[in-house]
């Protein structure tokens, strides 16, 4: 699977939207990018993912480029809840294999 | 529809003892993966279980070991324990394996090795 880099850290204002994102220089037609979100000492919690098109569920929206290797989650109006750790993650499609890649992800913290 | 349960919640051993952990997953997934989570490490992937069949296997020793009944249900062992495998233990679910599909992660179980 393709290595994402994210940037460590980043601050929204509550209220805002919360804009994060994801280089994936490297990857290929068939991989789709994830992200998931970790809130301290819980369990990771999946958010969003797609392929090619842009992608808008109930807590967020993905926006990947038309090459692909970039892509950004947009959190709409962000809230104290989301504060946490998100991951960007690229997957290839069918491997038959759920292991997943999680990096270091960025941290966002939202203020009041 | 419930979540994925881990049990225990939380685990104190000392070093050389075995221990076994638990994970439920939701009703209807068949598999199991399940992954350690350090400060020092991050999160990383242990193996994979799906109809009982061991899928998947990161690179960790022999000493973790790990099974899935017929009823999905998943237990990892950790033998001969040491300080460095104090950590978040963490299992996810899914309804099948492969790429494209969501994984729901449970709780965690924090092991504390002494």
């Known amino acids: 699977d393709a290595k994402t880099t994210q940037p460590p850290s980043m601050d929204c204002a509550e209220g805002r939207a919360a804009n994060l994102p994801c280089n994936h220089s490297?990857?290929?037609?068939?991989?789709?990018v994830y992200w998931y979100r970790q809130i301290h000492s819980q369990g990771p919690q999946y958010i969003i993912h797609?392929?090619?098109n842009n992608e808008t569920n109930e807590m967020a929206s993905l926006i990947i480029t038309e090459d692909r290797k970039s892509s950004t989650l947009i959190l709409p109006h962000a809230t104290l809840r989301d504060t946490a750790v998100y991951y960007c993650?690229?997957?290839?499609?069918?491997?038959?294999?759920?292991?997943?890649?999680f990096g270091t992800g960025t941290r966002l913290t939202v203020i009041p | 529809k419930a979540g994925v349960t881990q049990t225990p919640r939380y685990l104190i051993k000392t070093r050389g003892q075995q221990v076994t952990l638990s994970c439920s997953p939701i009703?209807?997934?068949?598999?199991v993966s399940w992954y350690q989570q350090t400060p020092g490490q991050g999160l990383q992937f242990l193996f994979e279980?799906?109809?009982?069949?061991?899928?998947n296997k990161g690179n960790f020793p022999g000493r973790f070991s790990g099974r899935q009944f017929s009823n999905s249900r998943s237990e990892m062992n950790v033998s001969t324990l040491e300080l460095g495998d104090s950590a978040l233990y963490l299992c996810?679910?899914?309804?099948?394996?492969?790429?494209?599909?969501?994984?729901?992660f449970g709780p965690g179980t924090r092991l504390t090795v002494l």
């Open positions: 009703s209807g997934h068949r598999s």
């Open positions: 490297t990857i290929s037609g068939n991989e789709y």
């Open positions: 996810a679910s899914s309804y099948r394996t492969g790429g494209d599909n969501e994984q729901f």
């Open positions: 279980y799906f109809s009982e069949t061991q899928r």
């Open positions: 797609g392929l090619k």
């Open positions: 993650i690229v997957r290839v499609a069918g491997t038959g294999a759920n292991n997943l890649f």
